[in-house]
C-alpha cells in the first residue's frame, strides 16, 4: 500500500531530449492506467473564472532546474502536484468544493489543522488532507483542505464528482489552493499530456495551458 509521502521520488534525466525518450517508455507501461482511470476536474466552479492552475509537477529534479509538462517554467523546483488556485481568501470563505477526481475508497485523512495560512512553511506538508485510492494502484492526495470541511470518513467508498471537502490554506500554503497529487504503482505521475510528459493524458477532458 502506498503510504503518505514527502520526500522526492527518483531522479530523472535533467536533459530534455533524455526526458522525452523516457517519457516515451514510460507511455507504455501506463498506458493501461490511462485508459481505465480517468480523472475529472477535481475543484467545483469555471476554469480561468473561479479558479487558476499556478503550479504544475516539476519533471526536472535537478536543483534549480524548472519543466513542466511543456517543457516550460509554470511550476516550482521539486514540485510533485498541480496546485489549483482560488482568486481570493473570500472566495475560500463562500466555500470552494473539492470534487472526487474518480470512483474510490478513502484511505488517508486529516482534518483539524488551522486552514489559512499565508507563508509557507515545508515542515506543514498537506495540512488537512485526503487520500482516495482510485483501483489500478492509483492513488490522489487532495491537499490544504479547510479545516472541518471533510465530507468523508475513513473506508468511504466515493464516486466521481461527489463533493469531499473543501479548498482551503492549511499546511505548506500561501494561499487558497488544492494541492492534487498522483501516484500509479507507488510512482509520483504528472496527469497533464505535453512535450515533457509523453503519456496519455489522465484527464476526461484535459484544460489548457494557463498562462494568466
Given at each position: 500500500?502506498?503510504?503518505?509521502?514527502?520526500?522526492?521520488?527518483?531522479?530523472?534525466?535533467?536533459?530534455?531530449?533524455?526526458?522525452?525518450?523516457?517519457?516515451?517508455?514510460?507511455?507504455?507501461?501506463?498506458?493501461?492506467?490511462?485508459?481505465?482511470v480517468?480523472?475529472?476536474?477535481?475543484?467545483?466552479?469555471?476554469?480561468?473564472?473561479?479558479?487558476?492552475?499556478?503550479?504544475?509537477?516539476?519533471?526536472?529534479?535537478?536543483?534549480?532546474?524548472?519543466?513542466?509538462?511543456?517543457?516550460?517554467?509554470?511550476?516550482?523546483?521539486?514540485?510533485?502536484?498541480?496546485?489549483?488556485?482560488?482568486?481570493?481568501?473570500?472566495?475560500?470563505?463562500?466555500?470552494?468544493?473539492?470534487?472526487?477526481?474518480?470512483?474510490?475508497?478513502?484511505?488517508?485523512?486529516?482534518?483539524s489543522?488551522?486552514?489559512?495560512?499565508?507563508?509557507s512553511?515545508?515542515?506543514?506538508?498537506?495540512?488537512?488532507?485526503?487520500?482516495?485510492?482510485?483501483?489500478?494502484?492509483?492513488?490522489?492526495?487532495?491537499?490544504?483542505?479547510?479545516?472541518?470541511?471533510?465530507?468523508?470518513?475513513?473506508?468511504?467508498?466515493?464516486?466521481?464528482?461527489?463533493?469531499?471537502?473543501?479548498?482551503?490554506?492549511?499546511?505548506?500554503?500561501?494561499?487558497?489552493?488544492?494541492?492534487?497529487?498522483?501516484?500509479?504503482?507507488n510512482?509520483l505521475?504528472?496527469?497533464?499530456?505535453?512535450?515533457?510528459?509523453?503519456?496519455?493524458?489522465?484527464?476526461?477532458?484535459?484544460?489548457?495551458?494557463?498562462?494568466?
Open positions: 500500500m502506498l503510504s503518505f509521502v514527502f520526500t522526492k521520488m527518483l531522479k530523472h534525466a535533467s536533459i530534455t531530449k533524455i526526458w522525452m525518450l523516457l517519457a516515451g517508455l514510460v507511455s507504455a507501461s501506463t498506458s493501461l492506467f490511462a485508459q481505465t480517468h480523472f475529472q476536474f477535481p475543484v467545483e466552479g469555471k476554469f480561468m473564472t473561479d479558479y487558476f492552475i499556478v503550479n504544475h509537477v516539476d519533471h526536472d529534479t535537478a536543483k534549480g532546474k524548472l519543466r513542466d509538462y511543456r517543457c516550460r517554467t509554470r511550476t516550482y523546483d521539486g514540485h510533485q502536484g498541480t496546485d489549483i488556485v482560488l482568486k481570493s481568501f473570500a472566495a475560500m470563505d463562500k466555500g470552494v468544493n473539492v470534487l472526487a477526481a474518480a470512483d474510490g475508497v478513502v484511505e488517508f485523512l486529516k482534518d489543522l488551522y486552514d489559512r495560512n499565508k507563508v512553511v515545508i515542515s506543514r506538508g498537506f495540512g488537512n488532507y485526503l487520500g482516495i485510492n482510485h483501483g489500478n494502484t492509483v492513488y490522489a492526495y487532495y491537499a490544504h483542505l479547510k479545516k472541518g470541511s471533510l465530507r468523508v470518513k475513513l473506508g468511504d467508498s466515493v464516486h466521481a464528482g461527489d463533493t469531499i471537502a473543501q479548498v482551503g490554506s492549511s499546511g505548506n500554503a500561501t494561499d487558497p489552493h488544492l494541492h492534487f497529487e498522483v501516484y500509479y504503482n510512482a505521475i504528472d496527469p497533464f499530456y505535453g512535450t515533457c510528459n509523453l503519456i496519455n493524458s489522465y484527464w476526461k477532458l484535459q484544460l489548457p495551458y494557463d498562462t494568466s
